[in-house]
Structure formats: structure tokens, C-alpha cells
């Protein structure tokens, strides 16, 4: 342990590695990793197919554990129980998914209220806090939907909403635009631009190459290793 503790690290991971055994195959998906990302960041992850992204976004948010190493979020060690990870993924953490994830039998409310009830919310509470945060992406006159009677764009906004109702710190966002046309998913990385303003760790995993480069700092995973790790001084998307 440091004597000196950097208060905003919120991500720490020291070799960490994940093999998966397939037969006679051993498959190595992560490789010594090593990372640390601060409260705030805007991260962009990118590499090849099945060079490891999902793999080491599903590490960082506790929906997986890892076969090597050690992963320090927010000062916890997450080499812990299942059900003690599960709690640090449902406060800590706000996933979007490239498929939405959305449960077609609810409507987008008790989606988004979900969450919520799994942190033991009363009905009427985590009904309004689910209305409130619809209403916030622009969906608090379609709560009776189902996804299927939404539009691709709508269905990732009930995601976001779903990510934010429990006022997570971290969004993790893999390929959250991949479904989209390109209009609807620049809306869809507005909003998680705004939510990094408001202070909201963000990372996302992108194939497109404009994405990555309006992040403030972008990853690439090759072979289960991180190759290259860069921060930007400006904003400013390039054209093309
Ligand atoms: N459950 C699993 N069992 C066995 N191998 C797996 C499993 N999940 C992932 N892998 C393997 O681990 C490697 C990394 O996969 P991962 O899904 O992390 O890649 P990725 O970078 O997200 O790729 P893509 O851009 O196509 O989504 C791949 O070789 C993949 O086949
Ligand atoms: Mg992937």
C-alpha cells in the first residue's frame, strides 16, 4: 500500500490477465495490462477484432473477473465475492452496449427502473428517479413503449437512461454507436460528452476512428495488450 494514496484514481490495474480454456487451446484474451485512469477521464478504446476490448470492459466493470492480476476501483479490490462485486458494479458503474440490452417484455420505464429495485428502491421511488432520467434523453412521452416500438437512436437512449438512473461514476460504453446511422450516433456520444462535463468517468470502445480521436485520451488494445496509450491537449474532432 502507498503511504500516499492518489485520491482520483479510479481505475488501477496491475497485470492483469484473462485466459480462457477451450480444450486443449488456451486462448489468452488479456495479457499484462496495466492501467490507471482518473475520475473524469474520457477514454476511447480501439484495436482489431478479438484483440481483448469487451474482454477488458467487462473486467473494468466487475461483469468479469480476470485470471491474473490485480484491479483496484475507486480503492476497493474487486477479489471479492460475487455478490460483493455485483454491488460494486451496480454502484459504481453505467454500461451501454452496441446492442442495447433492453428486456423486450418491459416497457422502458420498468427498464429503467430496474437498476434501481436490485438497490431496493420502493416503487414510487425508483419510478420517479426512472421518469426523470427518460425525461432527461428526451423520451418521458414514450414510458409505455416497449423497445421494440422504439427506434434504434430511442432504444440507446433508454440504455443511457438505464446507465445514469443510478448515478454511476464510471459509463462504460462498448461500441454504443455501432447500430447507429451517423446522425443518431452523434446524439448518442453528445450526451456522453455532456456527462464527462458534469464529471462522469466515460470509456468507450469505437471502430470509428473520428470517435476515438474527439476522446481525450485513446487506448489501443492489439493481442490482449495495450500498444499505445495517448492523451490529447485539444477536443477538436478531425475532419474526415
Ligand atoms: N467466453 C469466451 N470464451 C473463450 N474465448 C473468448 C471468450 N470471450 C472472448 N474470447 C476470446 O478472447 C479474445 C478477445 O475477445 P474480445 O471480445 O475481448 O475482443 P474485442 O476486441 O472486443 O473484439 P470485437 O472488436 O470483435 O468486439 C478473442 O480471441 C475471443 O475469441
Ligand atoms: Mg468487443
Not at 470492459?57 to 491474473?68: A, F, K, R, S
Not at 421518469?131 to 428526451?138: A, I, N, S
Not at 474527439?214 to 492489439?222: E, P
Amino acid at each position: 500500500m502507498s503511504n500516499n494514496p492518489d485520491s482520483s484514481e479510479l481505475i488501477s490495474m496491475s497485470n492483469i490477465e484473462k485466459v480462457y480454456k477451450m480444450g486443449s487451446n488456451i486462448i489468452k484474451a488479456l495479457d499484462s495490462v496495466n492501467l490507471s485512469i482518473r475520475k473524469g477521464e474520457y477514454v476511447a478504446v480501439v484495436g482489431p477484432s478479438g484483440a481483448g476490448k469487451s474482454t477488458l470492459m467487462n473486467i473494468i466493470g466487475c461483469l468479469d473477473v480476470p485470471t491474473g492480476g490485480e484491479y483496484i476501483l475507486d480503492g476497493l479490490n474487486t477479489k471479492c465475492s460475487d455478490n460483493k462485486l455485483a454491488e460494486i458494479r451496480n454502484k459504481k458503474i453505467g454500461f451501454i452496449f452496441q446492442n442495447y440490452n433492453l428486456l423486450p417484455r418491459l416497457d422502458i420505464l420498468q427498464n429503467v427502473e430496474l437498476p434501481l429495485q436490485y438497490q431496493g428502491y420502493s416503487g414510487k421511488k425508483s419510478r420517479e428517479k426512472a421518469v426523470e432520467v427518460l425525461e432527461r434523453v428526451g423520451l418521458g412521452d414514450h414510458v409505455k413503449h416497449k423497445p421494440n416500438e422504439l427506434s434504434g437512436g430511442q432504444m440507446q437512449r433508454v440504455a443511457i437512461a438505464r446507465a445514469l438512473v443510478t448515478g454511476p461514476q464510471i459509463i462504460l460504453a462498448d461500441e454504443p454507436t455501432g447500430s447507429l446511422d451517423s446522425r443518431t450516433g452523434k446524439e448518442v456520444l453528445g450526451m456522453l460528452a455532456d456527462l464527462n462535463k458534469e464529471g462522469n468517468t466515460i470509456i468507450i470502445i469505437t471502430h470509428d476512428r473520428e470517435i476515438a480521436s474527439s476522446a481525450k485520451r485513446m487506448i489501443t488494445v492489439r493481442d490482449g495488450r495495450i500498444t499505445s496509450d495517448t492523451f490529447k491537449g485539444s477536443m477538436a474532432i478531425q475532419p474526415g
